[in-house]
């Protein structure tokens, strides 16, 4: 199957907070999403960043209304 080879391969913390960071403005291809989920599910401290982007992805979705 064409780009599983892309999953396979292990994200590391910085590429995971890009990845967070640019999911926030448009989506991300399929295989991105399943490396970042499969890093999620490892790493607290990446899993703490993404609950901290919602939270403020939230808080400016209200200041702007």
């Known amino acids: 199957m064409p780009g ?3 999953v396979c391969q292990v994200l590391n913390c ?3 907070s890009r990845l967070l960071s640019q999911a926030q403005e448009q989506d991300l291809p399929w ?3 399943v490396q ?3 890093h999620l599910f490892a ?3 990446c899993t ?3 609950m ?3 939270v403020l992805r939230e808080a400016m979705r ?4």
């Not at 209200?62 to 209304?65: C, G, L, P, T, V």
């Open 62 to 65: 209200r200041y702007r209304e």
């Open 36 to 38: 970042l989920r499969l």
């Open 52 to 54: 901290q982007l919602k």
């Open 14 to 16: 910085k590429n995971a």
């Open 4 to 6: 599983t080879e892309l």
């Open 31 to 33: 295989t991105s999403r």
């Open 48 to 50: 703490r960043f993404a």
């Open 43 to 45: 790493c607290e401290a």
